[in-house]
Structures are given as C-alpha cells and as structure tokens.
C-alpha cells in the first residue's frame, strides 16, 4: 500500500477529524450515519438507503475480507444488495488492503475507487459515533487538500428517484404474482419473495400500480424522508381502501402509515446496525434485527383501524404496524437481513399465507 495522502472529516458543528485516504480522490459533502455492524460491508455500501450518507463503520477493522466477485444468480449479483454502490463517503478506524476471504477479487479502496468513492481511514470512529449519538446525526464532508464545497443535506431531495428502477422488471415464474414497488429495494427482499413461488414484478416508485392485477402488493426500503414520495403515498391510498394483501419493510412502514393517515418523524440518529432487538405486540417474544433507517413512524398519529405490531426495546419507537381487520402489515427493520440476523424471516412466509387465503375467498 503507497503511503496515503492526508485527508479531513469535517461535521458542520466545525469539528474535524484528519486521516488518511483511501478509494477515489475527491471532495464529497452528505449526511454523516454510522452503522455499528461487526460484518457486512459489501451488502451495507450496496444498500440504496445510504444514499447521499457519509457512512461510518464503528468496527475498527474492515477491508479485511476485501470484496466478492460480480457473480450473477437469478438475473441479481449474489453477494451484493444492488448493481452499484450507493454512499457518497466512507469513515473507518482501520484500513488494510491485504484481504484474505475464499470468494474477494478486490481491495475496499479498488472497489471505492470504480465508483469514484473517497473514503477516510486512521481516525477514532469510536468518539465520532459519541459525537453522533449525542448531538444526533449531522452533515459533514470530506476534503482533499484547500478543496472548499458546500455542506449538502439530502433530505432535501427525493433520494427515492435517484434510486428506484426506471422500467418495469420481472422476476421468476412463481404462482403468487407480487408487485413490488422499488423505492430502493435490497436484492434480498426479491430473493426472498422468489424462494416462496413467486413472480415478481419491480416497478419505479412513481409508477401507478392501481389498474394492474396482483396476488400482492409489496412496499420496499428506501433512503430519505418518506414525505418526498407522493406519488407512492397517493397510489398506497387507493390500494388500502380494497384488500389485496400489502407488505412494506423499511421506507415501506413509512409510507403504508402515511397513506392511511399517521404522521412519520426523523431519529435523532437513526438505527443503523444488525442486533436491533424488537418485541412483537401481544407477546413477550422478542426477535434481534438488521436495521438501516433515520424515520421513523408516531405511533400516536395512527388511525384507529391500524396497531403497532412490533417496537423496538431500546427506545420505544415504531417497528412495524398492521390493520385490524384487512391483510395489511409492514416492519420498519429487514426481515431479510443481507447481512445480519435472520430471526424474522419466517414474515415473509406470513406475507404468502395472506396472499393465500385471499386468493381463496
């Protein structure tokens, strides 16, 4: 590895960070996230919800198991969560480029480099995930040299456009016809659906799925404000006055509550990580999950023909919903888990069952 060239984090409370670079070489600004995942960070840095993230790695060591190959399986790529890398920066505490894993053909910073990703390495990410945790999540950016730019705040913009399929795509040759709208969804959640004998159809988040004919209508993840997709909200409206089966995970909790009324929020720092515990509603059951967003829904705002189904045992907060009486029901957290724990996976087979018993009546 040549020596690195110095370069600086800086949040936009003016506290800064100096390291070293690594990846490409540039200036970027976004929000600044941290996720404090041990493993995983070939899916995380592929996940469409970090989009316009700075994200920062807690694990003090990463790189170490370099990353896969582009090995293609059921028209998706295997070891990856999308077709591209989605961060605008990544912060960690250690870097090394003497990867060693059965299945790696490149470096972390080769891989940064091809989608033109700086990164920064050798600063305490500990303390800056204090700073996070205490002041909440902050933009920042990361600068080369005397570079100057703007602080960025993509909140402000649609973050589900920039990602979301543009045409529609078909998955499979399953019974159960699912139509999936891609907010940003995660490879996993369409390898999960294909598992339990389906066809899946991807459409773009704006795309009017209310004239089409499906056993199933399934709400992705996604990065940014759930209030930024009307079009998504305005559509879900129309589809919970019938009783076609819904499920929405992630940004999908978000915007299922927003069409039937309740209002969301942002966290203070959002729940980035992969042992979020969650208690499903009734029951003392509780299930560790991979989550990965900064909204979330006021449980207070939801009408009276919808429930809370799961909440999270660290803060209290929204981890899912469902309605009383029609087939309709979401999680906040990643039941598909790419990477993390799998413990609710068994939802999506909730999701068929639903589809089932309504085709039959």
């Known amino acids: 590895m040549e020596k690195p060239t110095g370069i600086t984090l800086i949040l936009e409370d003016g506290t800064t960070f100096n390291g070293y670079a690594f990846g490409y070489a540039r200036s970027v600004s976004g929000e600044v996230v941290f996720n404090t995942a041990m493993t995983g960070y070939p899916e995380s840095l592929?996940?469409?919800?970090?989009?316009?993230?700075?994200?920062?790695?807690?694990?003090?060591?990463?790189?170490?198991?370099?990353?896969?190959?582009?090995?293609?399986?059921?028209?998706?790529?295997?070891?990856?969560?999308?077709?591209a890398l989605h961060i605008t920066g990544l912060v960690i505490s250690d870097y090394t480029e003497d990867y060693s894993h059965w299945n790696s053909k490149k470096s972390l910073g080769d891989w940064l480099k091809e989608f033109k990703i700086p990164g920064i390495f050798g600063i305490d990410t500990r303390a800056l995930t204090k700073i996070l945790r205490e002041r909440g999540?902050?933009?920042?950016?990361?600068?080369?040299?005397?570079?100057?730019?703007?602080?960025?705040?993509?909140?402000?913009?649609?973050?589900?456009?920039?990602?979301?399929?543009?045409?529609?795509?078909?998955?499979?040759k399953g019974k159960h016809r699912i139509l999936l709208v891609d907010c940003g969804v995660k490879y996993n959640i369409i390898r999960n659906l294909l598992k339990r004998n389906t066809t899946v159809t991807v459409v773009p988040w704006n795309y009017d799925f209310t004239t089409e004919e499906y056993d199933g209508l399934f709400i992705s993840n996604g990065p940014g404000d759930p209030k930024e997709c009307t079009d998504t909200i305005r559509h879900l409206r129309k589809a919970i006055a019938g009783d076609i089966p819904i499920y929405g995970i992630c940004l999908g909790n978000q915007l299922l509550a927003l069409a039937a009324g309740a209002d969301t929020y942002k966290l203070k720092y959002g729940h980035r990580s992969h042992n979020q515990p969650v208690l499903l509603k009734d029951?003392?059951?509780?299930?560790?999950?991979?989550?990965?967003?900064?909204?979330?829904?006021?449980?207070?705002?939801?009408?009276?023909?919808?429930?809370?189904?799961?909440?999270?045992?660290?803060?209290?907060?929204?981890?899912?919903?469902?309605?009383?009486?029609?087939?309709?029901?979401?999680?906040?957290?990643?039941?598909?888990?790419?990477?993390g724990p799998t413990d609710t996976e068994f939802l999506f087979d909730r999701f068929i069952e639903m589809i089932e018993n309504h085709t039959k009546s």
Request: glycine share 6%; hydrophobic share 30%; no cysteine.
């Open 283 to 339: 029951t003392n059951k509780a299930y560790i999950t991979s989550q990965n967003h900064g909204f979330a829904i006021n449980n207070d705002t939801l009408p009276g023909d919808w429930e809370p189904l799961f909440t999270n045992l660290n803060d209290n907060t929204n981890e899912g919903m469902r309605h009383i009486s029609k087939p309709f029901f979401s999680t906040q957290f990643h039941p598909e888990a790419s990477s």
């Open 46 to 83: 592929t996940d469409p919800s970090y989009k316009g993230q700075i994200l920062v790695l807690t694990y003090p060591i990463i790189g170490n198991y370099g990353v896969p190959d582009y090995v293609r399986e059921d028209e998706m790529l295997k070891y990856f969560e999308s077709y």
């Open 137 to 172: 999540t902050m933009l920042g950016k990361i600068i080369y040299g005397d570079e100057t730019i703007e602080f960025y705040d993509p909140n402000k913009d649609n973050l589900v456009q920039k990602v979301s399929t543009v045409e529609k795509k078909v998955y499979g």
